[in-house]
């Protein structure tokens, strides 16, 4: 009778050999240390900042190594010195990226679902848009500000700002779009909604990953500003925290741990938008890959 360990086993091939030979503990062991080598290096500048907004004094040539005396100067002066404009610099960014959604979601819906003429036309205007550099939109907003007396407004650096985000979202929820099954719409619509309420109730809710994805980018595209800022702004009493940063450096005793600090404050909401949505990020960015 014949027994499992009597049964004949099946080849080893070349392939499975090489398979077995790259998925050998030596080889992970090899991968995992070299990610940790590489991850180090890409955030060695990050810990740097941070050791250099603790440095005593805001002597960046006495650093050491690790902040064995840390010194929480620096981010007293930084707050005091930058508040204002850590507080400019979130307004103009939630209202960059909110307006960029009100825009480009509709926008986005209808050339994903509705056969319109030329669209591939304006998906490429759209891509052309984001190639501009941002000097040549920057000098075109400047004489149109200086006519409209939007010059040193919030109002006006947050339509100056969305000029970024709203074809970046455009292009990135219509991906998304473009595979939403046109049924659950008609069956809205069927029911008694209209397009709008359609749009509203149906359409949105399901999106909702394309749309955190879209509003994050545009809220971080218009929070790391400075062209616009530096263009559209003349005066002290609006300037965005990029701005405010600038001003620190260029003088012959640059307080590098109030300059290290502002840096480090300034990093703080992306690093807290991306931590709690990455989930969302992850299938916004993905979601119109596959139909």
Known sequence: MTTMLDAPRSPVTPRRRAALSRNSPARRGLRTTFGIVLVA????????????????????????????QPDLGGYSRAIADQGQNLVTSLIVAVGAAVLSLVIATPCAYALAQFPIRGSSILLFVVLIAQMIPGIVIANALYTAYNSLGLLNTIGGLVLADATAGIPFSILIIRAFMES?????????????????????????????????????????????????????????????????????IGTNDTDWSSVMATAVIASLPAVILMIAAQKYIAAGATGGAVK
């Open 41 to 68: 290096i890409m955030l060695f500048p990050v810990y740097w900042m941070v050791n250099a907004s603790l440095a005593p004094g805001g002597n960046s040539l006495s650093m050491q190594l690790l902040p064995l």
């Open 180 to 248: 939403f099954p046109t049924e659950i719409v008609e069956a809205a619509q069927i029911d008694g909604c209209g397009h709008v309420r359609a749009f509203w109730s149906i359409v949105l809710p399901v999106s909702i990953n394309s749309l955190i994805t879209a509003g994050i980018f545009s809220f971080l595209f218009a929070w790391s500003d400075f062209l616009m800022a530096l263009t559209l702004t003349t005066g002290q009493s609006i300037r965005p925290v990029t701005l405010g940063l600038y001003s620190y």
